[in-house]
């Protein structure tokens, strides 16, 4: 039964592959111009919102250690813990371009 099944999906397979042989048209190739140029606005807006929250989380740190000393590393523990969740933004949408782009 298993191996039945191992030729039908291997024939299925060698019969669809000329599907992906196709050379694209002049509205793909358009369509490719559109999504570089989106992902470089895309890269550009998640980098400043990144650099914006990761100020804000510093300096609310750098507040909350100076009101209270004693609370220095928890906070300094959860500041580290935010700044990677907001970097993560940006990383995500590079792995998304490089994705999209290639």
């Not at 191996?3 to 397979?13: D, P, Q, R, W």
């Not at 606005?41 to 914006?52: D, K, T, W």
Request: proline residues 3%; neutral net charge; aromatic residues 8%.
């Amino acid at each position: 039964m298993n191996v039945k099944l191992f030729l039908i999906l291997l024939a299925l397979f060698l019969f669809a592959s000329p599907i992906f042989a196709q050379t694209p048209d002049a509205a793909h190739e358009s369509h490719l111009q559109w999504v570089v140029i989106t992902s470089g606005f895309s890269m550009a807006i998640a980098s400043g919102l990144c650099g914006l929250a990761q100020a804000k989380a510093t300096a609310a740190a750098a507040e909350g250690m100076g009101r209270n000393p004693g609370a220095a590393a928890a906070i300094r523990f959860a500041l580290i813990i935010g700044l990677v969740l907001i970097e993560s933004l940006a990383l995500y949408t590079l792995v998304i371009i490089f994705a999209k782009v290639s």
